[in-house]
């Protein structure tokens, strides 16, 4: 069983959106804090975003380079949380992982496979 | 916030020590006992290896090992093999709630 999958990549043009769902099993989904963090061809992990558990309101919070673009969400019925992508540039081209923390921590585990995003005209 | 600054790669003989550093300021790295590790063959997702700078979850060899000394924090891996030529990259809480992941690090076993 993997513990968590992310679906919805694909190629889109530059100013278009996208939205990613990341899937969970296997582990306490609505206690958990859920992320995203992105990697370019290359290049480092980015952390992107992250959405708190009901009990913290579901609190978001974001990087400076996707903040008002970028928007994450969870449906906790269906242990799933989403990434909705908007005004995308080029250089949001990624794979874009989805992980979690859990209560009081500061370390992502798991990570799924990820999802590639293609920002191209 | 900008991203942890990481030696681009390192590189050592199987057998040998390499450790690798991860700089950051006073309100990321210096500021919390929150610093991560994680290892990415080609590939594949990001693997834990260390957290809260000196833990290592259940399964990760004891030959790799945290620590931490002001603004920058380490992973040393000992005996080193194989197996071990990854990409790393550290990660760490900030004081804004947010997180910043470091540059990464290309470790080569010659």
């Known amino acids: 069983e993997v513990p968590l999958v992310e679906s919805g990549g694909g190629l889109v043009q530059p100013g278009g959106s996208l939205k990613l769902s990341c899937a969970a099993s296997?582990?306490?989904?609505?206690?958990?804090?859920m992320h995203w963090v992105r990697q370019a061809s290359g290049k480092g992990l980015e952390w992107v975003g992250r959405?708190?558990?009901?009990?913290?309101?579901?609190?978001?919070a974001y990087a400076v380079s996707v903040k008002g673009r970028f928007a994450i969400s969870r449906d906790d019925s269906k242990d799933t949380a989403y990434l909705q992508m908007n005004s995308l540039k080029t250089d949001d081209t990624a794979v874009y992982y989805c992980?979690?923390?859990?209560?009081?921590?500061?370390?992502?585990?798991?990570w799924g496979q990820g999802a590639l995003v293609t920002v191209s005209s | 916030q900008s991203a942890l600054t990481q030696p681009a790669s390192v590189s050592g003989s199987p057998g040998q020590s390499i450790t690798i550093s991860c700089t950051g300021t006073?309100?990321?790295?210096?500021?919390?006992?929150?610093v991560s590790w994680y290892q990415q063959h080609p590939g594949k997702a990001p693997k834990l290896m260390i957290y809260?700078?000196?833990n290592r979850p259940s399964g990760v060899s004891d030959r790799f090992s945290g620590s931490k000394s002001g603004n920058t924090a380490s992973l040393t891996i000992s005996g080193l093999q194989a197996e071990d030529e990854a990409h790393y990259s550290c990660?760490?809480?900030?004081?804004?709630?947010?997180?910043?992941f470091g540059t990464g690090t290309q470790v080569t076993v010659l």
């Open positions: 006073s309100s990321d790295v210096g500021g919390y006992n929150y």
């Open positions: 296997g582990f306490a989904f609505s206690g958990s804090t």
């Open positions: 990660s760490s809480y900030t004081s804004t709630g947010t997180y910043v």
């Open positions: 992980s979690r923390t859990s209560p009081g921590s500061a370390w992502f585990d798991p």
């Open positions: 809260d700078v000196t």
């Open positions: 959405i708190r558990n009901k009990a913290n309101n579901y609190a978001t």
